[in-house]
C-alpha cells in the first residue's frame, strides 16, 4: 500500500485539533470518497464526543454558519446514473486519502427534507479530511453516513469552526 499524499497533512490536523500524540494510523475499507452526493439540507449542529486536549471524553456541540451543507454520498457507476439533485463533490475532497479522527458522532442537525436527522443505535465516528475543510461521518470504517462542507468550515485547533 503506498502512503496517501496527504497523510503529513492529516497528522499535522490530528496533532492540532486533539493536541495528543497519534496513537494510530490505519486504512479504511474505502477505496475513496465519493465524487456525487444529495443533498440533506443546511446544517444547523454537530455534536460528538472527543477525548481532545486533555485525553478525557467530553462532549461538544458546534453550531454551523451559514453555507454549510450537510451530504449523503451517492455512488455512481456512470454519470448516467447521477440523479437531479446530486452534487458534485469538490475536487478537494474527493481527493482526499486521509481522514483525520476527531471523537465519536453523537448526532448531527440540518434543515432540509427530512427536516432533521439524529444518529440512533450504535454511534459512527467523526472525521474530517486532511485539509479540515469537509466533515465526514463513517460507520463501521466502512460506511459514509453523511458528509458536510460549504461556507468557513473548517477544523483548527480551538475545534471545529464555520
Known sequence: ?????????????????????????????????????????????????????????????????????????????????????DNAVPTSIVNSETLVLLGQCLGFRHLGAPEHNYMHGSRPNLYCTANGRCLVIVSGKSRIVAMAWGGSLDVQARGIVG
Open 1 to 85: 500500500m503506498n502512503k496517501p499524499h496527504d497523510l503529513g497533512a492529516g497528522v499535522r490536523r490530528f496533532l492540532k485539533f486533539n493536541k495528543l500524540d497519534v496513537n494510530e494510523v490505519g486504512p479504511f475499507n474505502l477505496d475513496r470518497l465519493p465524487e456525487w452526493a444529495t443533498l440533506l439540507g443546511r446544517g444547523k449542529w454537530i455534536s460528538y464526543r472527543s477525548d481532545k486536549w486533555e485525553g478525557k471524553f467530553h462532549n461538544y456541540i458546534h453550531d454551523h454558519k451559514a453555507g454549510v451543507n450537510y451530504y449523503r454520498p451517492h455512488w455512481v457507476a456512470n454519470d448516467n446514473a447521477v440523479a437531479a439533485n
